[in-house]
Nanobody
Framework: QVQLVESGGGLVQTGDSLRLSCAASGRTLSNYFIMGWFRQAPGKEREFVGAIFWSGGTIRYADSVKGRFTISNDNTKNTMYLQMNSLKPEDTAVYYC??????????????????WGQGTQVTVSS
């Protein structure tokens, strides 16, 4: 089992940048097939932001963040990152990282992931 802890959220203005971190403990992230980022805005369902396939490094993004957000990882620190640039008010949400032990053919759904962090709030003011 792995414990995931997100950090780096905060209050920023439109156009600013933030970098979120997802630190893992308990097991190394390389033991997990896919690591993902999701977000949940007030009154809305949790939605896919992006994911990284740990073996091979393939990365996928939601269309809404493509070109603005970048996922990366540091195996030496057992940490995944989400660099968010050109932030917009609609990016305001609680951001979660998640881990999936086995790839089942899907990676964009909440149900695809086995472990979740507690989330970190990102607020973008206009």
């Amino acid at each position: 089992q792995v414990q995931l802890v997100e950090s780096g959220g905060g209050l920023v203005q439109t156009g600013d940048s933030l970098r979120l971190s997802c630190a893992a403990s308990g097991r190394t992230l390389s033991n997990y097939f896919i690591m993902g980022w999701f977000r949940q805005a007030p009154g809305k369902e949790r939605e896919f932001v992006g994911a990284i396939f740990w073996s091979g490094g393939t990365i996928r993004y939601a269309d809404s963040v493509k070109g603005r957000f970048t996922i990366s990882n540091d195996n030496t620190k057992n940490t995944m990152y989400l660099q968010m640039n050109s932030l917009k008010p609609e990016d305001t949400a609680v951001y979660y990282c998640a881990a999936d032990r086995v790839y089942s053919g899907s990676y964009r759904e909440v149900r695809d992931y086995d472990y979740w962090g507690q989330g970190t709030q990102v607020t973008v003011s206009s």
